[in-house]
């Protein structure tokens, strides 16, 4: 049974189930079959105003206590899920420490510490909260001793000391009713999702998002420290964000998962890191981990889908959540004014329309279903389409969904482009950029010798190819083996956008702009922009943004400044596009999780907003999510970090 809204954390609770908070702020019980026992009463926006997404979360007894997004702190009944009391994420805060007129900063923190009967967690203004549970009344507001520090881990597990974990790569050691942490120990410089206890062999474990000096932004992990905070092992397992991490009931066994999309098993019968396995085959990026009283597995993956497994890895049920997200919108490959939008199960087409009293629409008028993995990237070549599919597949189709050709790609796919003539189709991924005749589908060029991850790719109107690395550099190739131009963006890249001779790029650091032979951007668009950038748009002078954050920013193009900013997407954002309507005015639609379109009027009429929203349109949700999880890969085969797994960086 599927549950209404799409699935953001899992908590497995002895005696209770399974506990599942959603992207509109509500709460449901999971039996072990993953059926819905009870959910909280709807609807979740009468109960909590904002609705947003939950992400923090921790059953105290009988209370479950939440922070959703927004910085609004919650306490739920345990049995019947029923709202008992919420604190407003504006209000919630030590206001001696606020500048005039602050907002809070909506955040996805994870992290809630419960000792001795008090709850800590970060507000709205990343000041710690301490709440007494029972009364829920609010014992004070502090600054955090380091300063303004995004709490994302609490572990109160360990005698005699508490580690919290921070979004900059560091865990704090020391006493959460004192609020004393001498020791900061730096194990990342990004995100480090959790900290926990490992009983067994009485010390820490951590992962981390992006990796650690020679390795920052190419390979990352896992860490082990002991109380006293001294590193003791680093294995470097993933290609991409490290989100989830668990023991079994004895601590025997570690369970690790990410973006990569694999569940990496340890062994922890020994001190030493070994991986036992790799779990592959899951329909999305893996977002939460956990386990239940009997050693049963459950993960969660980007698209709202649990998957129960045995010990062992073996598949037992799945939720079947009916997903659905909007991953790219492109120029239509025949029809002027159309689009195409790639989504969970293939592509959508849509035409924007505008009504005799003036009304702007979009109307979805074809669908292409493609029996593959989520369409990550879409492009037109010449007629047909050119698609990137998840985890590693490449596809030319026609608008009538005939396969031209397809290619299987070395590792997983991030980004596809075509070339200024349709000749060439160029695709980065784990393993390198490959280019393919758009034709015939035959191999053309390949580079493999990258120093990480390609993630992003382009041609220039020269034909040149274009390729961003995960850490951040920037390569030309042209017909030579060696590269035409070189440029480093100290961040990492999502999506290269050519613009004559200019190149713009989305990702860390909000959207940087870069000429063509420059050694660094020039310009830069990041005001208020939380998170990953995760796409942009120019039109009409207007330069606009969508984040990782869920935030919509507008920006004039030729001086940086803000114009504008929205908050309020139901969901990730990933596409976006901008065109002139059938009315001539210039409109902005953005797309993401839960199939959402949103359409935006721009206008600058020299005061007020500059992005209008106008309406939303929600996609039909895609066929069930066809999943192989359960397909394993043991000790010593080669894994995501380009290593084997006895090889993987163990330091």
């Given amino acids: 049974m599927g549950a209404l809204e799409r699935i953001t954390r899992i908590v497995s609770q002895p005696g209770h189930g399974l506990l599942a908070c959603d992207v509109r702020g509500g709460l449901h019980w999971l039996d072990r079959n993953l059926n819905i026992r009870v959910s909280s009463p709807l609807p979740a926006t009468a109960q909590a105003p904002s609705g947003d997404p939950v992400y923090a979360v921790k059953v105290v007894g009988d209370w479950i206590i939440t922070r959703d997004k927004a910085g609004n702190i919650c306490r739920w009944d345990t049995e019947t899920l029923r709202l008992s009391d919420r604190l407003d994420a504006a209000s919630t805060a030590n206001t001696e420490h606020l500048l005039e007129g602050e907002q809070p900063s909506p955040t996805m923190l994870r992290g809630i510490g419960v000792w001795q009967g008090k709850a800590y967690l970060n507000n709205g203004y990343f000041q710690v909260v301490v709440l007494d549970v029972e009364s829920f009344t609010v014992d004070r507001i502090s600054l955090w001793p380091h300063g303004y520090d995004m709490l994302e881990w609490f572990c109160t597990d360990a005698p005699g000391v508490h580690a919290v974990s921070d979004r900059s790569g560091h865990i704090h050691l020391g006493s959460l009713p004192d609020l004393d942490f001498p020791t900061v120990v730096q194990v990342d410089t990004s995100n480090v999702h959790r900290v926990v206890y490992d009983e067994r062999h009485d010390r820490y474990w951590a992962i981390c998002d992006a990796g650690l000096g020679p390795t920052r932004n190419i390979s990352n992990g896992v860490v082990t420290l002991g109380l006293d905070g001294e590193i003791d092992q680093r294995m470097d397992i993933a290609r991409n964000d490290v989100e989830g991490l668990v023991f079994s009931p004895d601590f025997s066994r570690a369970y690790i998962g990410g973006f990569d999309g694999e569940l990496v098993v340890f062994d922890n019968s020994t001190p030493r890191l070994r991986i036992e396995q790799r779990i592959r085959g899951f329909s999305h990026q893996i977002i939460d981990v956990t386990v239940d009283e009997d050693g049963r597995i459950y993960t969660l993956t980007q698209d709202g889908e649990v998957t129960a497994l045995s010990p062992q890895g073996k598949v037992l049920t799945r939720l079947g959540h009916p997903r659905q997200c909007v991953w ?252 002139h309507g059938p009315d001539g005015r210039a409109y902005v639609v953005v797309g993401g999780r839960g199939g959402f379109l949103r359409l935006y009027l721009m206008e600058r009429t020299g005061g007020g907003r500059v992005l209008t929203p106008l309406r939303d349109l929600w996609l039909p949700l895609s066929d069930r999510p066809v999943s192989s999880a359960g397909t394993t890969g043991s000790a010593g085969t080669t894994g995501s970090a380009g290593a084997t797994d006895e090889e993987a960086a163990v330091r």
């Fill in 328 to 579: 790219d919108i492109q120029p239509h490959p025949a029809e002027p004014g159309a689009l195409v939008v790639a989504t969970d199960d293939g592509a959508f087409e849509a035409r924007m329309r505008t009504s005799p009293a003036g009304h702007a629409s979009l109307e979805v008028t074809g669908r292409h279903r493609t029996g593959l993995g989520f369409s990550r990237r879409i492009r037109a070549a010449s007629d047909d389409l050119v698609g990137a599919f998840w985890p590693s597949r490449l596809r030319r189709f026609t608008t009538a969904d005939t396969t031209v050709w397809e290619a299987q790609l070395p590792g997983i796919i991030h980004t596809v482009a075509v070339s200024p003539d349709g000749g060439r189709v160029l695709a980065a991924c784990n393993a390198g950029g490959y280019e393919f005749d758009a034709a015939t589908g035959e191999p053309t060029w390949q580079v493999e010798d990258l120093p990480a991850s390609a993630w992003a790719c382009a041609y220039l109107d020269d034909g040149r190819r274009l390729l961003a690395t995960r850490n951040g550099q920037l390569t030309a190739y042209g017909d030579q083996a060696e590269p035409s131009w070189y440029a480093e963006l100290n961040s990492y890249p999502k999506r290269l956008i050519t613009d004559g001779d200019r190149v713009r790029i989305t990702g860390g650091g909000g959207v940087k702009e870069i000429v063509v032979g420059e050694d660094k951007p020039t310009r830069q668009f990041t005001e208020l922009l939380d998170n990953t950038a995760e796409n942009c748009a120019l039109i009409d002078g207007v330069l606009c943004v969508v984040t990782y954050g869920m935030q919509v920013a507008a920006f004039d193009y030729d001086t940086a400044e803000l114009l504008d900013f929205h908050e309020d997407l139901p969901d990730f954002g990933k596409g976006m596009a901008a065109l």
